[in-house]
């Protein structure tokens, strides 16, 4: 008993220690072709982007979207479209691609002057932030880009808390479902998600070992092959991480996990959910476990208050 409650302990202390370390994590951000739709700059949209791009790359506090992983998640039609991303479609462009930030703009040209603006987007909070850049109407526009992307990275480092929605620690997450749960009764729950990493061999199921924690830590008694106890609820599912992208020394992981949640005397399903999520880390085994430890967490707060009559 004393050695269980030990490694509870423990597996609580990392959870918190990693949610805090991603306050502080190089935010994901993804820049997408300015829209240059005036004969005068029609060539000029697609070039900007680049020159935006590979200034903010050198930014230590961003994590860059390459752009074939931009084409592989939304598609060249998509992509061609990107200066019509608005607040609206963020969240669903940041869930395809992984990025906390998007960057759109237009450029365009008056009789004296070529003007750049762009449009900085936070797809989880759709907050939106603008900056412009402008010259002479034969300026360089890779000076004008520059400029315009030392303007965008001291936003997204300065504003970055109104960008991106707030961490959850384990501790709010764990109170905040038992708050859900008041005093009613809690039933016997196992927990199966089998999990595979593509890359590397996965030692052991972080998603499972993730939501079996959160529901021990809410009241609930757990079972498992070996248990004497008949568990009245069954929650099983499937989880996979995958490379993302690597930064310097930072390497990004994406995780999905699948699960569906059945009532066993009857045979009921309950409920059925999924959650993509991303993390970052030094390791790459370890920013796997992580995207699969967060999404878990995101699911049980979803889940876990379903499990009661």
Known sequence: MK???????A?????????????SQPLPIAVFDFE?????VRDLGPKVAVLVNANLSAEPNLIIVERAE?????????????????????????HLTGAKVLVAGRVFKTDTELFIVA????????????????????????DLSESLAKKIAADVTQKGDTLVAKVETHEDRVAKIKKALGDKKLPVVSVKITE?????HVIDPAAQTELSLILQQCGFTLADDNSTNRPAIEITGEAFSEFGMRKGNLQSCRARIEIKVRDVASGKIISVDRQTSVAVDLAEHIAAKTALQNGAGELAERLIPKLIK
């Open 3 to 9: 050695l269980k409650l030990i490694s509870t302990l």
């Open 11 to 23: 597996l609580s202390l990392m959870a918190y220690a990693i949610a805090r370390a991603e306050l």
């Open 36 to 40: 240059s739709k005036d004969e005068a």
């Open 70 to 94: 931009l084409e592989k998640a939304l598609g060249e039609q998509e992509l061609g479209l990107s200066g019509t991303v608005s607040p609206d479609t963020a969240a669903k462009v940041g």
């Open 119 to 142: 449009k900085i987007i936070g797809t989880e909070t759709s907050r939106v932030y603008g900056e412009m850049v402008k010259g002479g109407a034969n300026a360089a526009i890779s």
């Open 196 to 200: 595979q990493h593509f890359g590397q």
